[in-house]
């Protein structure tokens, strides 16, 4: 098969490029200015070449790869946050330098005479939070939605919606290019956090970015079997401890809850994780530690607390802050991705926070590999 590589803008701890590697998709190079995520990356891959700081990337100047990923950043869309767009927020109008680094790569294969299937990146897969949908009263995810359409029909304009509110899936589609987005929500998809994210893909060569989104087959290959092995317990997660023979349930840290679900991880303040949140642990032992059901969204504002349990009434809890190991669990890593690399928790902890849940990603990738493998049966060319 003809090799599928991988360029990753806004790399964080590296999720995508994992993801990547676990479909047989080859990380080329990635963008990160953060000292500790970097030296993470550089460890775990390093023959992927680091670019650095996404505003001093000339695009036609990097090496050409088939699909480009970027989380970027989301402070300045996010309903726990100003809102204050994606066009006045510092942090989040830098989507708009990695739409520019992917047109300057496919201007660049246009002028070298490539045919239009083939100019280089053909996929582009962006992830953010669902507050995207609602920032500038809907009008930020039409930016969303137009800029990258532009890269490959200039000057298109796509409508809002008939009712003025985004679907949490949806597609705009062309005859020469489409683009697809639904929202995942990480506690479905094997690790023990809800973490609730829009993944769009725009496939710039064909209309068919909703057949890849969209379709129905839950998994295939050898990442079946280990996404299978992540349905089950978090315990069985690799690296996990066992707790003992309590029984587990989730409360936030004031007792509150339905011992069923917690919050989200984000990373935007040093030395937190989340506001007061809720993973418990069955034995009662702080060294013991044994994932339960869902933590809510890790996150850097508040301090991450994790609440132990005996799970019977009257229940009695002991309450403490995560570790940079349970977070690295909650995004659904393996254990050993942080090993022998130095750095601060309160470095780990925003790594974490700002990062995504690799299962989701690994899925969103696995289907665009699918797609490239597939049309390469049937014509030899993507």
Not at 90 to 118: Q, V
Not at 273 to 296: F, I, K, P, R, W
Not at 303 to 321: E, F, L, M, S, W
């Amino acid at each position: 098969m003809k090799r599928i590589t991988l360029g990753s803008l806004f790399d964080g701890s590296g999720g995508f490029p994992l993801a990547g590697a676990l479909n047989g998709i080859i990380p080329v190079w990635a963008s990160e200015i953060e000292p500790y995520p970097l030296r993470v990356t550089a460890a775990r891959f390093p023959s992927m070449a680091q670019l650095g700081d996404v505003t001093q990337i000339d695009g036609s100047k990097i090496a050409a790869v088939d699909i480009v990923t970027f989380g970027s950043p989301c402070q300045d869309l996010s309903i726990a946050g100003k809102q204050e767009g994606i066009h006045k927020g510092t942090r989040s109008s830098l989507f708009f330098e990695a739409i520019r680094i992917i047109r300057e790569m496919r201007e660049r294969d246009k002028a070298a005479g490539r045919a239009a299937r083939d100019v280089r990146p053909r996929f582009a897969v962006w992830e953010n939070v669902p507050g995207a949908f609602s920032s500038g009263g809907g009008s930020d995810f039409r930016a969303v939605l137009e800029n990258i359409a532009r890269v490959a029909a200039n000057g298109i304009s796509i409508p809002r919606p008939p009712r003025g509110e985004w679907d949490n899936a949806g597609c705009v589609v062309s005859d020469e290019w489409s683009i697809a987005w639904r929202v995942y929500d990480a506690q479905h998809w094997g690790v023990p956090q809800r973490r609730r994210r829009i993944y769009l893909v725009a496939d710039f060569g064909s209309e068919r970015a909703g057949e890849i989104l969209f379709e129905r087959e839950s998994l295939c290959g050898n990442f079946e079997a280990s996404e299978k092995e992540r349905q089950g317990t978090p315990a069985d997660i690799e690296g996990g401890a066992g707790g003992g023979g309590d029984s587990v349930a989730i409360y936030d840290a004031r007792g509150n809850g339905n011992g069923d679900t917690a919050p989200t991880l984000i990373g935007d303040h040093p030395r937190r994780v989340s506001d007061y949140t809720a993973l418990c642990v069955g034995n009662g032992q702080l060294n013991q530690m044994s994932m339960a059901e869902q933590a809510n969204t890790l996150d850097c504002m508040h301090d991450q607390q994790a609440v132990i349990t005996n799970g019977k009434p009257p229940r009695k809890y002991i309450v403490r802050r995560l570790t940079p190991l349970e977070c690295c669990r909650l995004q659904g890593f393996p254990d050993w991705w942080e090993d022998d690399v130095e750095g601060s928790d309160t470095a780990r902890y925003k790594m974490w926070g700002n990062g995504i849940a690799l299962p989701c990603a690994a899925d969103v990738l696995r289907r665009i590999a699918k797609e490239v493998r597939a049309n390469e049966r049937a014509t030899d060319s993507f």
